[in-house]
């Protein structure tokens, strides 16, 4: 329940905190004196979007702030699943700054704006005159009968299950997509694939193929310059080996008499070894190479083939070639695995239809049984609330397809009176009508669920008299049950509360403000007869209002 509420720089409230009762509250004030704006700023703290218009004084920041307690509501998992701290007097919190940005919190934590709502949502139910619309809506009756069937578990489980299936759904669609897409790919993307297999790359053949082009196209300049270097090396008359062999034989002589010179023959020795292996390979590849015209066009054609691929593709290498046909023959496989997929993908729908078709026919023999005692304890409270001879029949029809409450839909038809044809409420109940048949609903469903707080912005709307006194009947007997607070302009309303709320406005500073202060007995008997008669407080007006809260404490 909501246990105190903060509001600064917010419309015509500069700052505002109050203190609220459990049990039945009301709240009254003279037209325009800021009930709705304190609405207004509650809004704020469950997930109304805001701008800078809300701002009293431009150059500070809006703060609403709410605190609630929330011991026995069972939202530790809530808590616990957004990594959030729990506790029992849990506190949501607002801020709008001159730029229209807008921050919210939980317990001090920053949260987005969808998980603050969420919270929200499951705190305080605002009910407003316009929303007295949705009456007409599908989506709201089902949620009646759903919440007076209490099958919000199984509700749960379809909606899970509907959302699987909806998935599958889709993923057919986008197969079957790229299924047409892929017939029209197919024949293109294995004619490249084909293309590239046949062309048998491998990996640095690029390099070796260049490289011995290189050797072939200038054979003739390799093989004379080796043969040239072979014979002074080692077949002319004054050949490098044999001059070195000569000095090798004088130092090897000579060594024996210095250790220096012994030094200088085996390195001699060593260098003839070397130069003579030089030789040796110089011989070998000079006999290898050879002028091949028709080599070196094999090799320019296979060149070619490489190079018209690469540009074909856009790439450099050979790498990325192989890369490509690699990536064609996935996809290649994804394109003929696609049949496949398709099949077992209508067998997993099959499978999930039925899933689905059992839930929701479980779900509307659920609602089915709950319709009748919806009927009969609506036109029982609104027998209460002076509609006496009112006919409500909720017709529940199969649909064709299933969406994501099910596979019903349910129209409401009502008639405020007995013998005449009953329609859709839109097209035939009254303003006043529309109010109290929405409060029998709140009223009805409230017993059920686990929802803290109601707040009802002027529910009294086209009633008046014995059934004003109805009304507040209705909302008392609802606030022993949760916390009701209650906006209204009837003193047959106002005199039910078990705490009663004034919202006034006043002159500061040259600057005119709303506040809002808790009546205690004295002051409650003078506002109710305010109520009655005007500004002119009359005496019978002033026992009419003693006698309204004696009335209410008769029927605690």
Known sequence: MLVHLLIQNYALIRKLEIDFSNGFSVITGETGAGKSIIIGALSLILGK??????????????????????????????????QLDFDKFTTLRREINQY?????????????????????????????????????DSNFQLAVIDNYAQISNIIGKYKLEYDKFLKLQNLFINLNEREKKSKTDHDYYLFLYNELKEANLKDEEQQEIEIELEIL???????????????????????????????????????KYHPDIKEINNRLTGNYIELKDIVSEIERIEHQITYDPQKIEELNNRLDLIYNLQQKHRVSTIEELINIKNNLSAKLNDISSLEENI?????????QLKV???????????????????????????????IPDAQIKIEQNLLKNFTKDGKDKVIFMFNANRGLEMKEISKIASGGELSRLMLSIKSLISQRNLLPTIIFDEIDMGVSG????????????????????????????AGKGDTHYLVFKENKD?????????????????????????????ISSRETARELLNTKQDKR
């Open 343 to 351: 099949k077992k993908l209508k067998s997993d729908i099959s499978i």
């Open 100 to 136: 229209g940005k807008s921050r919210a919190f939980i317990n001090d934590t920053p949260v987005n704006l969808n998980l603050f709502k969420e919270l929200g949502d499951k705190l305080v139910d605002i009910h407003s005159q316009h929303k007295i619309t949705t009456l007409n």
């Open 217 to 255: 196209n200038n054979s003739e300049e390799i093989k004379t310059n080796l043969y040239k270097s072979y014979l002074s090396l080692s077949d002319s008359e004054n050949n490098v080996l044999g001059r070195i062999a000569e000095i090798n034989s004088l130092m090897e002589q000579l060594s």
């Open 466 to 493: 014995d059934i004003a006194d109805k009304v507040g009947n209705i909302l008392l007997k609802m606030g022993r049950a949760m916390q009701v607070v209650a906006i209204t302009h009837l003193p047959q309303i």
């Open 356 to 386: 689905i078709s059992e839930i929701a026919a479980d779900i509307s023999k659920k609602r089915k049984q709950a319709i009748p005692k919806i009927e009969k304890d609506l036109i029982n409270i609104l027998y209460q609330l002076g």
């Open 510 to 538: 040259d600057l005119i403000k709303s506040d809002i202060k808790k009546l205690d007995s004295k002051e409650r008997i003078n506002e109710i007869a305010k109520m009655l008669s005007g500004e002119e407080i009359s």
């Open 49 to 82: 979007r805001a701008d800078t218009q809300v701002l009293l004084e431009k150059n500070k920041k809006c703060i609403v702030e709410g605190t609630f307690n929330i011991k026995n509501y069972d939202l530790k998992f809530f808590f616990t699943q957004n």
